[in-house]
């Protein structure tokens, strides 16, 4: 039975929802890509196109990593018909998405840093310089906050690099990563996601975003992508708890406002799901979003 294509989007926890003209752009890249192709193509058309927008952190947008230079990139895939890839810490590569859509198509899963690097070569993705002048002011804006906390503290030294990320980390920050939930109209689910991570971080820091059932799950119910503070969504195992709700029968609002109540209100965190029959997103700071259903 033909079922009805649906996408939603979002431009990650805590971003401001003049944003959401970038999520409505994306939002039909992916029922576009759809027509051609299926709920994976529609979910990752969607976020190559957040990734090559520029004001979302992911892709072109990453944040910089506290030197003010290293970029270290996360994304994931995910659907129905068995395709699982994700990659961690990938440097110097335009589109993340598209790596990881090129792990599922390895025996593994998850590739991370040089590997993944090189992988992304392999795989006939160029190098890519990434953080935009967008990223490189929100840099210098971060180092400006951070040393005057700590005027006494030279330079950006080992010392200051702890001291800074542990006292930043009593309230750390998610910020305009991108995901995408789609079903296509076999009735297949999909999800995708990017991430430049969250700022100031340490190098080799991983968040939720490339974590099976943590940053976003698929199955045959439905899928989930989720956003904020990935060191909270992982103890929750967030994406697989909703879909585990889903799954059971709960209307998908209830699910995803049940999971945002487990978080205090000082952590950012957003979901979005599509199940068999609804769509939708929830989250406890403006995240720009957009929702599309098409015959
Ligand atoms: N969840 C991402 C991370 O922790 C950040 C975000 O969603 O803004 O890496």
């Given at each position: 039975?033909?079922?009805?294509?649906?996408?939603?989007?979002?431009?990650?926890?805590?971003?401001?929802?003049?944003?959401?003209?970038?999520?409505?752009?994306?939002?039909?890249?992916?029922?576009?890509?759809?027509?051609?192709?299926?709920a994976?193509?529609?979910?990752?058309?969607?976020?190559?196109?957040?990734?090559d927008?520029?004001?979302?952190?992911?892709?072109?947008g990453?944040?910089?990593?506290?030197?003010?230079?290293?970029?270290?990139?996360?994304?994931?895939?995910?659907?129905t018909?068995?395709?699982?890839?994700?990659v961690?810490?990938?440097?110097?590569?335009?589109?993340?998405?598209?790596?990881?859509?090129?792990?599922?198509?390895?025996?593994?899963?998850?590739?991370?840093?040089?590997?993944?690097?090189?992988?992304?070569?392999?795989?006939?993705?160029?190098?890519?310089?990434?953080?935009?002048?967008?990223?490189?002011?929100?840099?210098?804006?971060?180092?400006?906050?951070?040393?005057?906390?700590?005027?006494?503290l030279p330079?950006?030294?080992?010392?200051?690099?702890?001291?800074?990320v542990?006292?930043?980390?009593?309230?750390?920050?998610?910020?305009?990563?991108?995901?995408a939930?789609?079903?296509?109209?076999?009735?297949?689910?999909?999800?995708?996601?990017?991430?430049?991570?969250?700022?100031?971080?340490?190098?080799g820091?991983?968040?939720?975003?490339?974590?099976?059932?943590?940053?976003?799950?698929?199955?045959?119910?439905?899928?989930?992508?989720?956003?904020?503070?990935?060191?909270?969504?992982?103890?929750?195992l967030?994406?697989?708890?909703?879909?585990?709700?889903?799954?059971?029968?709960?209307p998908l609002?209830?699910?995803?406002?049940?999971?945002?109540?487990?978080?205090?209100?000082?952590?950012?965190?957003?979901?979005?799901?599509?199940?068999?029959?609804?769509?939708?997103?929830?989250?406890?700071?403006?995240?720009?979003?957009?929702?599309l259903?098409?015959?």
């Amino acid at each position: 039975m033909v079922k009805r294509m649906a996408v939603v989007v979002h431009g990650g926890a805590g971003a401001p929802s003049t944003d959401a003209d970038g999520c409505v752009r994306a939002a039909h890249a992916a029922i576009a890509a759809m027509r051609r192709g299926d709920a994976l193509d529609g979910a990752v058309a969607a976020v190559v196109a957040m990734e090559d927008d520029g004001r979302f952190n992911a892709g072109a947008g990453s944040v910089l990593g506290l030197d003010g230079v290293t970029v270290e990139m996360d994304a994931a895939i995910m659907d129905t018909r068995g395709r699982l890839g994700a990659v961690t810490c990938l440097r110097r590569t335009r589109n993340p998405v598209l790596v990881a859509r090129a792990v599922a198509n390895t025996p593994h899963w998850l590739l991370a840093g040089e590997g993944a690097e090189r992988f992304a070569r392999e795989a006939g993705f160029a190098e890519h310089a990434v953080g935009n002048s967008r990223a490189q002011a929100a840099h210098r804006r971060l180092i400006a906050k951070l040393r005057a906390k700590l005027p006494a503290l030279p330079g950006i030294d080992t010392q200051f690099f702890e001291r800074q990320v542990r006292d930043h980390q009593a309230k750390p920050e998610g910020g305009d990563t991108v995901g995408a939930v789609t079903r296509d109209a076999e009735g297949h689910f999909a999800v995708a996601g990017s991430t430049g991570g969250i700022a100031p971080a340490l190098l080799g820091r991983v968040g939720d975003t490339p974590i099976i059932g943590s940053g976003f799950y698929a199955g045959p119910h439905g899928a989930v992508a989720a956003t904020g503070v990935g060191e909270q969504i992982v103890r929750h195992l967030l994406a697989h708890t909703v879909y585990g709700w889903i799954a059971e029968g709960m209307p998908l609002h209830r699910a995803l406002t049940r999971a945002i109540d487990f978080f205090p209100e000082e952590v950012d965190v957003g979901l979005i799901a599509v199940s068999r029959t609804e769509a939708g997103s929830k989250s406890n700071r403006d995240m720009p979003t957009d929702h599309l259903e098409h015959d």
